[in-house]
């Protein structure tokens, strides 16, 4: 392999504009750290796409990584349907460059003669996972690194079916990525096949989104809502979409309906962080809001936070909030006459086994695929015919309602979060309390949490997979004073009973995935981030609940277990 100093010396070649050419020299003469950290590896494909730091560099986000993307993606197209007219959609969000490459993207696509439908302005990622289905697309792009710092960006590529791509097709197209020579990327565009989209497509798009997330008009004239897009691209699409599903008590936390790609009013556009709703939360306590509702920069996660029992505003976690949804969703369908027992809801590997719960007192399976909403899309396109997707969603904020987009899509999620807050409030409840209703319905309360440790640069990338070798090699025995009874290993496909030594196969595919099982009933799963530098531990723990009026007691008992777990982890 060769060093990160060879590998940038082949970017001072005359294949790269002169401009790269001298912001590489300058990191020869004058940063080595920031040199190898630029060249030392490839930009992969992770959880949500490919995502990088912009600047110059293979292990960077620039006009050659993406071109190099892009020229493998329209080969491996031209290879795959290779009589037919082609067509690709690219969306972009509100980050710095991400107009510029949508473009230059659009260019290396018609360059080689494929057509390309590019909107004309930014729009969120759910909105291009519908326009590849409405349109016939054999394939959507959208550049955006999601909520990631500002200086990163991204490129999430999607299949014909409108999720973004899993194996084979991922693979296929970093071999064909790998085979290409920054002298074969063809950047000289064909305007002519390029035609921009817009107005029609947002509304189709926003009557999808109505038509899947409204079930009533009941209480939506009389729920206050505060809405943000955190700088983001949900501000051109989400309040339309409130109004023409009749909600009519919508306030934008106006400083924030801004775009911007220096997410200026916050420290992270991530509404997982509650940082990122303080403005919100800010504005709904001055106007009595019910219900606070944020958004990412591309518009695929959402935040939830509501008045708890005190009129305190609380913020729910992914975990929550998709019970509270499929849930409902599951009411709705079962009162419609839907229910056959063929249908499934989707969660991943890191969602709560709450869902398994709710899908077994509706009738209905519950299947789960690998982290990220690409594995959810998955299980819709293996069973498409045989069995019907409700919704899914995982640990992270976000959700998919029905199969119509692809990816989680917090535009048709806001609407029904907001429905069921609605309907609750007509009939003297709240979100808060839909909740606390589920777990007496199941009889078991959940609590669930997470901590990411930041790990920057190569050095964090090896200290994060050491740190998973150190857990296969060291398992704790005991987890918050209680043992360790059983170990899933994604990597190596197994299940590991520690009391009766016995071993199953895992039949998902492989990943750099740990979940540890404790005698009293807690998990707790580590993985790398597979979007960020970072490393992951995700905690779940549950206990009996009979009556809502102990729920606060249990509450507290399963957040202090909760502490504990995190001791073992915190380092
Ligand atoms: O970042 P987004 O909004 O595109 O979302 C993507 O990445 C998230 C974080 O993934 P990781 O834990 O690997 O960093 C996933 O939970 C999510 O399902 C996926 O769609
Ligand atoms: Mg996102």
Same mark, same amino acid.
């Given at each position: 392999?060769?060093?990160?100093?060879?590998?940038?010396?082949?970017?001072?070649?005359?294949?790269?504009?002169?401009?790269?050419?001298?912001?590489?020299?300058?990191?020869?003469?004058?940063?080595?750290?920031?040199?190898?950290?630029?060249?030392?590896?490839?930009?992969?494909?992770?959880?949500?796409?490919?995502?990088?730091?912009? /600047?110059?560099?293979?292990?960077?986000?620039?006009?050659?990584?993406?071109?190099?993307?892009?020229?493998?993606?329209?080969?491996?197209?031209?290879?795959?349907?290779?009589?037919?007219?082609?067509?690709?959609?690219?969306?972009?969000?509100?980050?710095?460059?991400?107009?510029?490459?949508?473009? @230059?993207?659009?260019?290396?696509?018609?360059?080689?003669?494929?057509?390309?439908?590019?909107?004309?302005?930014?729009?969120?990622?759910?909105?291009?996972?519908?326009?590849?289905?409405?349109?016939?697309?054999?394939?959507?792009?959208?550049?955006?690194?999601?909520?990631?710092?500002?200086?990163?960006?991204?490129?999430?590529?999607?299949?014909?079916?409108?999720?973004?791509?899993?194996?084979?097709?991922?693979?296929?197209?970093?071999?064909?990525?790998?085979?290409?020579?920054?002298?074969?990327?063809?950047?000289?565009?064909?305007?002519?096949?390029?035609?921009?989209?817009?107005?029609?497509?947002?509304?189709?798009?926003?009557?999808?989104?109505?038509?899947?997330?409204?079930?009533?008009?009941?209480?939506?004239?009389?729920?206050?809502?505060?809405?943000?897009?955190?700088?983001?691209?949900?501000?051109?699409?989400?309040?339309?979409?409130?109004?023409?599903?009749?909600?009519?008590?919508?306030?934008?936390?106006?400083?924030?309906?801004?775009?911007?790609?220096?997410?200026?009013?916050?420290?992270?556009?991530?509404?997982?962080?509650?940082?990122?709703?303080?403005?919100?939360?800010?504005?709904?306590?001055?106007?009595?809001?019910?219900?606070?509702?944020?958004?990412?920069?591309?518009?695929?996660?959402?935040?939830?936070?509501?008045?708890?029992?005190?009129?305190?505003?609380?913020?729910?976690?992914?975990?929550?909030?998709?019970?509270?949804?499929?849930?409902?969703?599951?009411?709705?369908?079962?009162?419609?006459?839907?229910?056959?027992?063929?249908?499934?809801?989707?969660?991943?590997?890191?969602?709560?086994?709450?869902?398994?719960?709710?899908?077994?007192?509706?009738?209905?399976?519950?299947?789960?695929?690998?982290?990220?909403?690409?594995? +959810?899309?998955? @299980?819709?396109?293996?069973?498409?015919?045989?069995?019907?997707?409700?919704?899914?969603?995982?640990?992270?904020?976000?959700?998919?309602? /029905?199969?119509?987009?692809?990816?989680?899509?917090?535009?048709?999620?806001?609407?029904?979060?907001?429905?069921?807050?609605?309907?609750?409030?007509?009939?003297?409840?709240?979100?808060?309390?839909?909740?606390?209703?589920?777990?007496?319905? +199941?009889?078991?309360?959940?609590?669930?949490?997470?901590?990411?440790?930041?790990?920057?640069?190569?050095?964090?990338?090896?200290?994060?997979?050491? @740190?998973?070798?150190?857990?296969?090699?060291?398992?704790?025995?005991?987890?918050? /004073?209680?043992?360790?009874?059983?170990?899933?290993?994604?990597?190596?496909?197994?299940?590991?009973?520690?009391?009766?030594?016995?071993?199953? @196969?895992?039949?998902?595919?492989?990943?750099?995935?740990?979940?540890?099982?404790?005698?009293?009933?807690?998990?707790?799963?580590?993985?790398?981030?597979?979007?960020?530098?970072? +490393?992951?531990?995700?905690?779940?723990?549950?206990?009996?609940?009979?009556?809502?009026?102990?729920?606060?007691?249990?509450?507290?008992?399963?957040?202090?277990?909760?502490?504990?777990?995190?001791?073992?982890?915190?380092?």
């Amino acid at each position: 392999m060769s060093t990160s100093l060879e590998r940038a010396q082949l970017w001072l070649s005359d294949a790269y504009d002169a401009e790269t050419r001298i912001a590489v020299q300058a990191l020869i003469d004058t940063n080595p750290t920031e040199l190898d950290d630029s060249f030392y590896r490839d930009l992969e494909f992770g959880t949500g796409g490919m995502r990088g730091i912009m /600047g110059v560099g293979t292990n960077r986000l620039n006009k050659y990584t993406l071109g190099s993307a892009t020229q493998g993606l329209a080969n491996y197209l031209h290879q795959e349907f290779p009589s037919k007219e082609k067509s690709v959609a690219i969306a972009y969000d509100v980050r710095h460059n991400s107009d510029k490459f949508a473009k @230059m993207v659009a260019d290396v696509l018609t360059a080689n003669g494929i057509k390309v439908y590019l909107f004309e302005s930014f729009r969120p990622t759910p909105e291009l996972s519908f326009t590849v289905r409405h349109l016939g697309c054999d394939a959507g792009i959208v550049l955006t690194a999601s909520h990631n710092p500002p200086i990163y960006n991204g490129y999430k590529v999607y299949w014909n079916d409108g999720a973004q791509i899993v194996p084979p097709h991922d693979k296929a197209i970093i071999a064909n990525v790998g085979n290409v020579k920054v002298d074969e990327i063809k950047f000289e565009g064909n305007d002519d096949l390029i035609t921009y989209i817009g107005k029609e497509i947002d509304e189709a798009f926003i009557n999808a989104c109505v038509e899947n997330g409204s079930f009533t008009k009941e209480g939506k004239e009389d729920i206050k809502i505060v809405f943000t897009s955190i700088h983001g691209t949900a501000v051109a699409i989400t309040p339309t979409a409130f109004e023409k599903a009749g909600f009519t008590q919508v306030h934008q936390v106006p400083e924030q309906a801004i775009p911007s790609g220096d997410f200026p009013t916050v420290v992270s556009p991530n509404p997982e962080e509650p940082e990122a709703l303080t403005m919100a939360v800010d504005l709904a306590n001055a106007i009595g809001a019910d219900v606070v509702i944020g958004t990412d920069p591309d518009a695929d996660r959402v935040g939830v936070a509501t008045r708890n029992n005190d009129g305190d505003i609380v913020l729910l976690n992914g975990n929550q909030m998709n019970t509270v949804l499929a849930y409902y969703l599951l009411e709705k369908w079962q009162e419609a006459g839907k229910l056959t027992g063929k249908e499934f809801i989707g969660s991943t590997i890191v969602t709560s086994d709450i869902f398994y719960d709710i899908a077994s007192k509706f009738g209905v399976d519950c299947k789960v695929g690998l982290t990220g909403f690409k594995w +959810i899309a998955d @299980m819709i396109r293996t069973f498409e015919g045989k069995e019907k997707f409700i919704g899914g969603g995982e640990e992270s904020f976000g959700f998919m309602v /029905g199969d119509f987009i692809r990816d989680k899509d917090s535009v048709t999620t806001a609407l029904l979060v907001s429905e069921i807050a609605a309907v609750a409030k007509a009939n003297g409840s709240s979100l808060y309390n839909k909740l606390i209703d589920i777990y007496v319905g +199941i009889g078991k309360a959940y609590q669930e949490d997470l901590i990411s440790i930041v790990k920057p640069g190569k050095e964090g990338a090896e200290l994060i997979a050491n @740190m998973m070798v150190d857990f296969r090699l060291n398992a704790p025995k005991e987890l918050a /004073g209680s043992k360790v009874i059983r170990v899933k290993d994604f990597q190596s496909s197994i299940e590991k009973n520690l009391i009766t030594g016995e071993e199953k @196969m895992i039949y998902i595919p492989k990943s750099n995935v740990l979940i540890f099982y404790t005698e009293d009933g807690s998990k707790v799963a580590c993985r790398p981030s597979g979007t960020e530098p970072k +490393i992951k531990y995700y905690f779940s723990v549950s206990a009996d609940l009979q009556t809502k009026e102990n729920y606060i007691e249990v509450q507290k008992n399963l957040l202090a277990k909760i502490e504990q777990l995190k001791v073992d982890f915190n380092k």
